[in-house]
């Protein structure tokens, strides 16, 4: 008999072939040979110049292939990041792909009254320890820009709170040089110590370039002192189809990448072989609204591209959102667009995922949308694994028993479904299966329902692992020292 | 009243070509270029911005009939003379200290401009003493103000509160929006006028400056 055994082929998106990746990656350096980039920092603009790049009119600066292929090479293909206690969290290379929330919604839906109100710092503190209790949630954003902390100090407020409420590794934001440095601080802290953050980092920036082609010069020293003290960043500009990029996406994806490609560049010289997180944002210009969406497949589709060119060309780990709507309440338009951006992501192995949760264009925040996600994501997860075949999968024993041994014999009774059906079935826990009376019976609860209640049990039940009072108060010296 | 019908429908179309002849046809005939502009140009732009408010039409299809309407513009100038009034106000644009986003600024300025309103652009980032410096120079009738960021809508209020020392507060009108910026911050700040949109720009601006539909 022949041996009942296959390699487990695992569902895997493609949307480019070899031609078209590297016709965009060809464009994207004629964008930096031809048109050239602002860069408004004198620093990153010297170490640009020194590297072999021109200068033209008007502050303008051209960079040929080479400056930009030294840096593709240099940067590491391979980013590991820890949690807060130093366990391997992230291993963010080629296939691998983690979820987490995003950044500064102004809005959030209250978990007790359902209203859109202003966020505030305890909000903050909700999504973390909400992510943290949530097992396909891999990192923390903040899910705020708080209205009742000092305005020049926010990101150092709103880091400090993740710190507070979260083990899991952190994706953090800061306005220029000034805040990041009090961050890097208390990071510094929570690791005892820059050489052992620099070992085992549990923290990424997310700064942004501006589309098109701008570089302005806070941003830039946040990448400076990401690339000095190897935090990783990643860059990606606001390269929205229609809006800071062509509307075609080709075009968008290629000044994309050309921006990021600069943003590397920028980086490698400032900090060889430090980690950088590649990828731009590519979303739409909503041709209506003028919104720029997070529930269209444009943007999927575009990641989707991205991650096709990081295995023909690039090979350093790429940025990517998933699990976000542009609904205004979570109703069936973000179940819809969650869903589809999450299952395309990791169909198409993107490696770190970002803006779960957001409803209204990234305007507001919504616990239970990320609660929601956290389901999403396991079911993709199970899908994405495929059908591994096997002597034990394909179960001939168990057909021969069930169907050989008579009437009354069902599987549901067989040895094999014990053992294998946590494993062999998506099991899921807050889509509703169960049949109309017991639903009706349980409250006749819909699936936003169901996440308020889960996410109010996460909060009030999970239990995030305790920080030393030590770092703890040193933490809040730092966010108070101003 | 002239017939103004091949005009009006080159400009919704968006073909620049078609509606630069209509222009130059209706000057030959001896229309005046105050009743091209009020009656054919800005009438038909109103229409237009009507159908984009409505679903009907798509911003780029919108933004491609201003671009017309502006191309016929270019045309009259040289008809009108002083004393005429040609723009229906001067509005100063700017995104606000420590703000970089301008892509919502921009959609609002083109919006204006279409409109019939001439825009002063001061770009992003805009220090409260460079709207100060600038209002002096331009004397603007509206002075809009554009904040993606919750951490720089406080600017909005130095702003105003630069004019105000400045003595030129009660000169212009101050219009502000961006995505977090709301109708009650602007009562708030003690800014004239709130707009969510594009669109909505457009109409605080006539109200503010008491332009009424009927009278275009
Ligand atoms: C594109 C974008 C960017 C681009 C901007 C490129 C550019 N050239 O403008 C880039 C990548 C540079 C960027 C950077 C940042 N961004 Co940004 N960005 C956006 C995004 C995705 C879209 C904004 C946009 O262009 N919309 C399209 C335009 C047409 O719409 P609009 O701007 O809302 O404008 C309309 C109305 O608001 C109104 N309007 C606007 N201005 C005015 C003025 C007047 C007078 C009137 C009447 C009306 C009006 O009419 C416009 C047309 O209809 C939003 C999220 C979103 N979906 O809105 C985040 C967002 C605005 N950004 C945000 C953040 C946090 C940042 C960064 C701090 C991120 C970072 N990691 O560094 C930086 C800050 C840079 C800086 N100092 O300004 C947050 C702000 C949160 C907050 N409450 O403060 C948002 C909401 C995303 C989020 N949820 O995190 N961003």
Known sequence: ?482 | MNDFKALSEAISKGDINKAVAETKSALEAGISAQDILNQGLIATMNEVGDRYSKGLIFVPQMLRSAKTMQECTKLLKPYFQEGDVVSKGQVLMGTVRGDLHDIGKNLVSMMLEGAGFTITDLGVDVAPEIFVEKVREVEPDIVGMSALLSTTMPAMADTIEALQKAGLRKKVKIMIGGAPVTERYAQKIGADAYGSDAGSAVTRAKELLGIDRSEE
């Open chain 1, 1 to 482: 008999m022949k041996a009942l055994k296959a390699d487990t082929f695992e569902p895997r998106l493609k949307v480019l072939n070899r031609d078209q990746a590297w016709a965009i990656h060809e464009a994207a350096l004629e964008i930096l040979g031809k048109t050239g980039v602002r860069m408004e920092h004198r620093g990153a603009l010297e170490m640009l110049l020194d590297a072999g790049a021109e200068s033209s009119e008007g502050g303008w600066v051209k960079l040929p292939a080479s400056v930009v292929e030294k840096a593709l090479e240099s940067a590491p293909r391979q980013i590991d990041l820890y949690d807060q206690q130093g366990n391997e969290a992230m291993c963010l290379t080629n296939g691998n792909a983690y979820y987490g929330t995003g950044s500064d919604a102004t809005f959030t839906l209250d978990l007790e009254s359902g209203e859109r109100r202003r966020t505030v710092l305890k909000d903050v503190a909700n999504f973390a320890r909400l992510v943290d209790g949530l097992e396909n949630m891999s990192f923390a954003m903040s899910m705020a820009n708080p209205d009742d902390v000092p305005v020049e100090s926010i990101y150092v407020y709103v880091f400090a709170e993740m710190v507070r409420n979260s083990s899991k590794p952190i994706v953090f934001i800061a306005d220029s040089g000034n805040d990041i440095a009090r961050i890097h601080d208390i990071a510094c802290q929570v690791a005892s110590g820059e050489e052992n953050l620099q070992r085992k980092p549990f923290l990424l920036n997310y700064s942004e370039a501006i589309s098109p082609l701008r570089f302005p010069q806070n941003v830039m020293e946040k990448l400076i002192f990401c690339a000095e003290h190897r935090v990783p960043i990643c860059l990606p500009s606001g390269s929205n189809a229609g809006g800071g990029a062509p509307v075609t996406l080709a075009g968008a994806m290629a000044i994309g990448i050309a921006e990021n490609l600069v943003g590397l560049t920028v980086h490698q010289l400032a900090g060889k072989g430090a980690p950088f997180l590649f990828g731009p944002n590519c979303s739409v210009l909503d041709m209506k609204s003028t919104v720029v969406s997070y529930g269209c497949p444009e943007w999927s589709l575009t990641q989707a591209a991205l991650a096709d060119m990081r295995d023909e060309i690039y090979g350093l780990p790429i940025w990517a959102f998933a699990g976000a709507s542009d609904a205004k309440v979570m109703d069936a338009q973000a179940g819809a667009e969650a869903m589809f951006s999450i299952v395309t992501a990791l169909l198409s192995r993107a490696n770190l995922i970002h803006d779960v949760g957001f409803l209204e264009y990234g305007n507001t925040s919504s616990l239970e949308m990320v609660t929601m996600a956290d389901e999403l994501v396991a079911m993709s997860r199970f899908f994405t694994r495929g059908i591994p075949v096997n002597q034990e999968t394909l179960a001939l024993d168990a057909i021969q028993r069930v169907a050989g041994g008579g009437p009354g014999s069902i599987f549901l009774l067989d040895d094999h479904t014990f053992e294998h059906f946590m494993k062999a079935q998506f099991l899921p826990r807050l889509l509703d299966r169960s049949r109309y009376d017991s639903w009706n019976e349980a409250g006749a609860a819909d699936l936003y329902r169901a996440c308020n209640t889960e996410a109010r049990r996460i909060l009030s039940e999970h239990q995030v692992a305790a920080k030393p009072d030590g770092v703890l108060a040193e933490i809040d010296r730092i966010v108070k020292a101003g």
